[in-house]
C-alpha cells in the first residue's frame, strides 16, 4: 500500500475536525493522518486515491496543501 505524504497548514484538533468529513468521504476513515506536531503538518494518506482527489478534499475544506 502507497503512502502519499504532503505539507499543509492544518495547525490544530479544530483544523483536523473540519478537514474530517472532507477527507474521510475522499480516502477512507482509517485511511489518513496529520501530524499537527510537525512543522510542516504533514498529511499521510494510506491506499490508492489519487493525489487530484486528496488535494480537492483538503482544498475544499479551506486548507492550503502541496506534494512533499
Request: aromatic share 4%; proline share 3%.
Amino acid at each position: 500500500m502507497e503512502t502519499k505524504k504532503f505539507k499543509t497548514n492544518i495547525k490544530c484538533s479544530g483544523c483536523v475536525a473540519t478537514v474530517t468529513p472532507h477527507l474521510n468521504e475522499a480516502v477512507g476513515e482509517a485511511n489518513w493522518n496529520v501530524d499537527i506536531t510537525d512543522p510542516s503538518r504533514i498529511l499521510s494518506v494510506n491506499g490508492d486515491a489519487s493525489e487530484s482527489k486528496i488535494v480537492s478534499a483538503v482544498q475544499k475544506a479551506g486548507f492550503k496543501i502541496e506534494k512533499v
